[in-house]
């Protein structure tokens, strides 16, 4: 990896405990290359340069550990990322776990576009699909569920719950822990779908803020 990311990258990797391959490197380098590319035609994430590693990348990374954690419960597992928009958090994690197959489900257009050439451009696309299609229309079935800056807890679980496998588990990156908490006292009073949660503090190498992965289960 030679970018101009290289420093902090590495830093942030070390910070994680995350260890990258050379191709897993070169994998992240190109695709912070195609979302500077295509961020001001798309408007894909509202940062810039090193904060744009920091806010979407590491953010997606910090929860590697954990999540890699899970998916090693299951013989294969499949891992789908919803609302996926500039493939965060499900690029840098299909980069981080290579040995999984991931799906983004994303249905803006000029999103899908972006995620298209951005999986060519990292050598993903035999690994990582793409589902153009809303939420309520996706009819597979996943053992991990990822998203990231999506729509709260409340408004998406019912739909989550039927492509949910068996014994799956739904992680959701989050703020604060007093959201979360006020997000999962929704969740109980008004979703049809029956959930169990636990909360992980999450640390993000140079970010001043507090995140968290939210993990659910179908009762």
Known sequence: MS?????????????????FSAEQLQQLERYIAEVELFNPIYKLVGAEGDDLVIRHIFDSLSAVGKIGE?????????????????????????????AYPFTLVERMERRVNFLRNALVATGLSERVQIAAQDLKQVRQHFDVITFRAFRPLVEILDDVAPILSDGGLVCAYKGI????????????SQCKSRWSAEVFPLTVPHLDANRTLCVLTKI
């Open 3 to 19: 970018g101009k990311y290289e420093a902090l990258i590495k830093e942030g990797l070390d910070a994680m405990q995350l260890s």
């Open 70 to 98: 899970f998916a090693r419960q299951y013989e294969t597992p499949s891992f789908a990322d919803l609302g996926s928009g500039a493939g965060l958090p499900g690029i840098p994690l299909a980069i981080a776990l290579n």
């Open 177 to 188: 822990g007093e959201q979360v908490e006020s997000e999962l006292i929704q969740v109980a």
